[in-house]
């Protein structure tokens, strides 16, 4: 597994250069993030890797939107779910949490409206059961409740 400075060097090179035909070494740095991008705590560069990270799995699902609806969909997917791997674990930084938290409802807005944009009746399964599955993590999260803090107060996020 490649380094955290090495994948962040790797792709601001890529941002460098960018190019419509480099979308295949974009894919291979998304597909091949470190582990180490997704905290616990977070550093400065962890928080530039992550950014980047769901910038490229953004630009891909753009890129690919009309092209190939399957592949599009499969990286908003793939997003989604590593952000919610992060959002969901105990260990990850609460600030964290929060910064995954806010793109996770981003992401569901922007596959509900991709699912619903397409004519195939499966697309439309699709929709229904992102939504059920969106609000019940996001209840199981208890994310827009209240909550105490680390020191017991009552906090509101």
């Given amino acids: 597994m490649m380094r955290l400075d090495t994948w962040v060097e790797q792709m601001s090179g890529w941002y ?3 190019k419509h035909d480099q979308e295949q070494t974009l894919e291979s740095l ?6 180490s991008v997704w905290g616990p705590e977070i550093t400065e560069l962890q928080s530039k890797a992550i950014a980047c990270w769901l910038d490229g799995c953004l630009r891909i699902y753009q890129h690919q939107h009309f092209q190939q609806p399957n592949k599009a969909y499969q990286f908003l997917q793939y997003a989604y779910s590593k952000l919610q791997l992060v ?7 609460i600030e964290l949490k929060d910064w995954c938290m806010k793109r996770l409802q981003h992401l569901a ?3 509900l ?13 699709a929709s229904h059961q992102m939504i059920e599955s969106h609000v019940h993590f996001m209840a199981a999260q208890s994310w ?4 105490k803090d680390d020191q017991g107060h009552s906090a509101v996020h």
């Fill in 16 to 18: 460098e250069t960018r």
């Fill in 30 to 35: 998304l597909l091949n993030v470190p582990d």
């Fill in 87 to 93: 959002a969901s674990s105990p260990e990850s930084d």
């Fill in 109 to 111: 807005v922007l596959t």
């Fill in 113 to 125: 409206e991709f699912c619903n944009q397409q004519t195939n009746e499966r697309w439309q399964e």
């Fill in 144 to 147: 827009n409740e209240a909550r």
